[in-house]
């Protein structure tokens, strides 16, 4: 078999490894780097499509929250008027109630005194009547004799004044 | 003991005749080639078939890698208007790196004959002198010449021309003193072998001197290198040296 020169320059290979070396540049590019470069073009697309959707999820996230805290807000300050009111409600009712005891126990306290100043008059009236009955007896029993008017009411009188003084 | 180390075989040789270009002779740096070529496409479209956006398996990934590491080689050392050229660069080194490793399996690799060298080199000048023409014009380019004294022309021109030389010989001298040094070795290991169970006495020792058991092993470890390292070595360092060589010829 007939073999080349080691070393030296065949003008058809030559020729054919330029046109070789073409064509492998369009295989390569056919087959490698215009499927992979496609693919990762759509992959981008898709990882910016992604970015974007996070993008406007945290929007309205963040909106969200806004409108929580706003809503927080009112209902906060809502139960501190709600508690302020009823407060106040309870103070005025409590004074009331108060004034209204305080009147009731003066009112109770009158009527005691009067009543116990009522019992003391009707006791010291009966006894009055009691003591004077009692004289009589005791002084007829003791005399036994008629008295005149004049002495009568001198004695009653001397009893009645003695009585007071011990009693 | 004989060692021959020869250049290509031609496995056909055609009636076609032309001058200058001589008789058409289908060598076996031609067919090797076309295997290097059928290689590496099937292999692009075994690596790009059924792509997926996500979940992606190893062998996308490894497609992945390629695209990108041949994008940022490329663009890193040329910049982004050069996008164009990726293929270029990415097809180079695919051509050349496989080209230097079919040696591993038998076959003579394509690199080990000047025409290919010579034929890549020859476009990567035509690509130099077409940037450097864009870059300044027809007359800015010739006026490069001349600088920086009009005496220093035949020096200039000598050193354009050298480049496509010295890039097509050094990758043309590393390839083939593999294979010079690998033929070296697997015969003096052979001789060594024989030699030794030569000693053997009577029909054992004829017999057994005959086979080379010292071939066995130690030229793979030569091959690590000779092969491995230098032919991918040489392929980057040929693509290094293009897109450097363009990048230069777009700014100056």
Partial sequence: MQVQELVGIVPWTFIAQILNLFLQIYLIKRFLFKPVNEMLEKRKAKADAQIQDAEKAKTEALAMKTEYEQSMQEARSKANEILATAQKTAATQSEEILKDARAEAVALKAKAEADIAQEKRKAVNVLKDEIGDMAMEIAGKVIERELSEKDHEKLIDEFITNVGETS | ?252
């Fill in chain 2, 1 to 252: 003991m004989e060692l021959d180390i020869s250049g290509a075989r031609i496995f056909l040789e055609t009636p076609i005749e032309l001058p200058v270009l001589g008789k058409l002779v289908i060598s076996e740096t031609m067919i090797v080639s076309w295997l290097v070529l059928l290689i590496i496409t099937g292999l692009c479209i075994w690596l790009t078939h059924d792509l997926k956006e996500e979940n992606i398996s190893k062998k996308q990934a490894v497609a992945e890698l390629i695209v990108e590491t041949a994008n940022k080689f490329v663009i890193g050392n040329m910049g982004e208007k050069f996008r164009y050229m990726i293929p270029f660069v990415a097809a180079l080194f695919a051509t050349s790196a496989v080209s230097n490793l079919i040696g591993l399996v038998g076959l003579r690799s394509p690199t080990a004959d000047l025409s290919t060298e010579a034929a890549w080199a020859v476009l990567v000048f035509i690509l130099i002198t077409a940037q450097k023409i864009r870059t300044s014009g027809f007359g800015g380019y010739l006026k490069g010449f001349t600088t920086p004294i009009p005496v220093m022309t035949p020096f200039n021109i000598l050193s354009e021309l050298a480049t496509p030389v010295s890039m097509a010989c050094r990758h043309f001298g590393n390839i083939l003193s593999g294979i010079v040094i690998n033929a070296l070795v697997y015969g003096a290991l052979a001789v060594a072998s024989s030699a030794l169970l030569g000693l053997l006495p009577g029909i054992v020792g004829d017999v057994l001197s005959k086979i080379p058991v010292l071939d066995v092993g130690i030229p793979a470890i030569l091959s690590v290198y000779f092969d491995w390292f230098s032919g991918l070595m040489q392929a980057f360092i040929f693509c290094m040296l293009t897109t450097l060589y363009i990048a230069n010829a777009a700014e100056s």
